[in-house]
Every structure is written in C-alpha cells, then in structure tokens.
C-alpha cells in the first residue's frame, strides 16, 4: 500500500467533530436513566410512597417518549435535526429541574413524563443523525451511539448515587445542569444540517409497522424491555443498599453494558449472525432473571446477577439497533421512531407490573415473570427468519 493511500485511510477512519458533539450529548442524555436509580427507595421513604407508585417515575417516562416518537420525524423534517436536538435537551434541563424542585411524587411522575417528550426528540434524533454522519457504514455509528449509552448509563448510577446520598433531589439538578452543558455544545459546535426534502407526517412511523421484520423486531423489544425495566426499577428495592451501594452495582451493570456493546456485539455478529447471538443474548438474560426470582433474598445473588446483566443487555441492544436501521425499506430516522414507539410501551408497563406483582403476591414473582416475557421475546425473533434473514446478510 502506497503511502498517500495509507495517509487516506487514516484521514477517512477520523470521524467528523459534529459526531463526537452528538456523542457527548447522547452520554449526558443517557446519565439521565441511572442517574435517578440509587434514589428509588429513598424517594419511597421520604415522600412516603410504595415502590409501585415510585415505579411509575419510570413508566411515564417511558410512556411518554413512546407516543413521542409519533412526531419526531414531522418535527426534525420541519426545523431540522440540530434545532430538534436542541429542543429535545432543553426540555429535559427544564423538566428534570421541576422534577428536582417537587414535593409530591404525582408531581415527579408527571414532569418525568415532560422529561420523555425531550428523550424522544433527543435519541430518534441523535440516532439517525450519527448513523447519516458517521465515516465507516451503519455497523460502526450504531457501535458509537451504543457506547455513549453505555457510558450514560454506567457513569450515571455513581454520580446518582453521590448526589442522591446527599439529598433525593440532587440528581435531577444534575441531569438539568449537565444537560445544559450538551445544550450549549450543540448550539456552538453542531453546524446547521439541511433539512429532510420530504415532509414526515404522524402516521409514517406507524405505517412502517407494515414491514413484518421491524414490526418483529419492535415487538421483541416491547416483551425484552419488560424484563430490562423489572431489572433497573425493581431490584433495587430488594438489594437492601443505600443510595452509594446501588450506585456502585449499577456502575458494574453499565461498564459491562458499555464494554460489550462496544466489543462483543460485532464479534458475536461476525461469528454467529445478528439473529443467532440476539437469540442467545435473551435467553442468557432471561436466565439471569429467572436466577434473581429464585435466590431474590440473597443479597449476593441479586448484585452478582445484575451485574452479569449488563454484559447479556448490552451485547442485545448493539444487535437489535443495528438490525432495526436495515431491516425495513423506509428512512432510519422512521424506522427507530416505528420501533422506539412499540419497545417504549413495554418500558412503560415493566416498572410497574414488577412491583406491583411484589405487592400483590411475592418478591419472587416480578423476576420470573420478567422472564417469561423476556423468553417470549426470544422466541419472536427465532421464528421471524423468514423476514430477518436479510440482515444477517447485510451485517456480514
């Protein structure tokens, strides 16, 4: 190889600095989930509510940047991506300050929700523009947009911890603060980018839904985050730490998330094919949740298992990302909305459902039936070759 060509191939390895900005930004975004994690039972204690009612911190977030994606592509087709990444942040520094600044938890619940409107504009918004601007293909940008989330995530649950220990209120005045840091950097380091030629409308990511394989994928997403959420909004309740205690086990949870997103993923992809290693990723997972559902009063068992967690989530989410971008004929940006609205129902509904079964029944029962859900969603994705066997192709 010739010296000029080498030269080429190291400039064209160097990605541009708008990517590293929506990088950044997607880092700080995502502290934003465990971030509010080591405070769960504290914020029970404190405003005197059970851990169901607690939950629905998570489920109206959820919910909300669920119904969200329905308008992200009318909106970032109409001010552009950088004005809807802008507007995504801000919502989040503004909701996240109110929700420090409660006193009940119903008013927590709700600004959570306004919390998810700016997630939704944020992340369908971040994901489609660092794919259409990451040099190395689609495999590579959802490889860096996966390990900002697990950055996010991993760096999150420590800061929240420390935060929390002092008072509940400090990590949602930590995520609005940080979150206007990524505010500021959009504004000055992200050039204006030209706006879509074709005009969404509502219906595009539901129309969509008519491709058999991102209908699959988003309804395997729906039953997996079920038993991801019964993980981060239910265990913590039966871990028995304090708020630096949770902090320091999600920390283990997030690095081995962001580690094997980053690492093993591709591997797995190259070596077995996205569907085989998704297969095998959710049926690990399940079994990790089906360990936590039998041992639910080991202390040990539960932080080892969560823990171990993270290497199953993170290898799963590289893989389900990257599938969703190629499966169907439609823009990325429509297709991660399409499938971001159906998993987000399933954020919304396992917070809840796993503490209330706790309630209701036994410790035991949120975990095996996070399970059962989690394996359903393997058997989707096994018995959908017939329409995802293209991406196999495409990834290899």
């Known amino acids: 190889m010739s010296k000029n060509a080498i030269q080429h191939k190291d400039k064209s390895a160097k990605q541009p600095l708008v990517v590293w900005v929506i990088f950044f930004?997607?880092?700080i975004s995502f502290m934003g989930?465990?971030?509010?994690?080591?405070?769960?039972?504290?914020?029970?204690?404190?405003?005197h509510a059970t851990p169901s009612q607690v939950s629905l911190l998570f489920s109206s977030y959820n919910l909300i940047t669920g119904l969200a994606m329905l308008i992200t592509g009318v909106v970032s087709s109409r001010i552009g991506i950088k004005w809807t990444l802008l507007t995504g942040v801000l919502c989040t520094i503004v909701f996240s300050a109110f929700a420090g600044s409660s006193n009940g938890i119903w008013q927590i619940v709700g600004f959570r929700g306004g919390w998810g409107l700016g997630n939704a504009l944020f992340i369908a918004t971040a994901l489609s523009a660092i794919v259409g601007l990451t040099i190395g293909g689609t495999a590579k940008a959802i490889i860096l947009y996966e390990a900002a989330i697990g950055l996010g995530i991993s760096v999150g649950p420590l800061l929240g911890g420390e935060l929390g220990s002092i008072s509940w209120r400090g990590p949602f005045f930590g995520v609005s603060i940080l979150m206007l840091v990524a505010?500021?950097?959009?504004?000055?380091?992200?050039p204006k980018l030209p706006k879509s030629k074709v005009k969404s409308s509502l219906l595009d990511p539901i129309k969509a839904l008519r491709y058999p394989g991102l209908l699959?994928?988003?309804?395997?997403?729906?039953?997996?985050?079920?038993?991801?959420?019964?993980?981060?909004?239910?265990?913590?309740?039966?871990?028995?730490?304090?708020?630096?205690?949770?902090?320091?086990?999600?920390?283990?949870?997030?690095l081995c998330l962001a580690i094997t997103s980053v690492y093993i993923a591709p591997r797995l992809q190259d070596s077995l094919g996205t569907i085989k290693s998704m297969c095998i990723m959710l049926i690990l997972?399940?079994?990790?949740?089906?360990?936590?559902?039998?041992?639910?009063?080991?202390?040990?068992?539960?932080?080892?298992?969560?823990?171990?967690?993270g290497l199953f989530l993170g290898t799963n989410n590289t893989l389900i990302t990257t599938a969703v971008m190629e499966v169907a004929p439609v823009e990325r940006s429509i297709a991660s909305a399409s499938y971001s609205f159906v998993r987000f129902f399933g954020g919304a509904i396992g917070p809840w459902l796993a503490n209330k079964l706790a309630e209701t029944y036994s410790p035991h029962v949120p975990f095996i039936t996070g399970a059962i859900f989690v394996?359903?969603?393997?058997?989707?994705?096994a018995t959908g070759k017939k329409h995802l066997a293209h991406v196999d192709r495409i990834a290899h």
């Open 375 to 381: 394996l359903l969603a393997m058997l989707i994705v």
């Open 216 to 254: 699959r994928l988003g309804i395997t997403a729906f039953l997996y985050n079920i038993g991801f959420f019964t993980l981060m909004a239910y265990s913590p309740f039966v871990m028995g730490l304090d708020e630096h205690g949770l902090g320091y086990v999600f920390l283990g949870w997030g």
């Open 183 to 190: 505010f500021f950097a959009l504004l000055v380091k992200m």
């Open 33 to 47: 989930l465990g971030l509010v994690d080591p405070i769960l039972p504290a914020i029970a204690v404190q405003l």
């Open 25 to 27: 930004a997607a880092i």
């Open 285 to 309: 997972f399940a079994l990790t949740l089906l360990a936590m559902g039998i041992w639910t009063e080991s202390k040990g068992v539960i932080i080892i298992c969560v823990v171990a967690a």
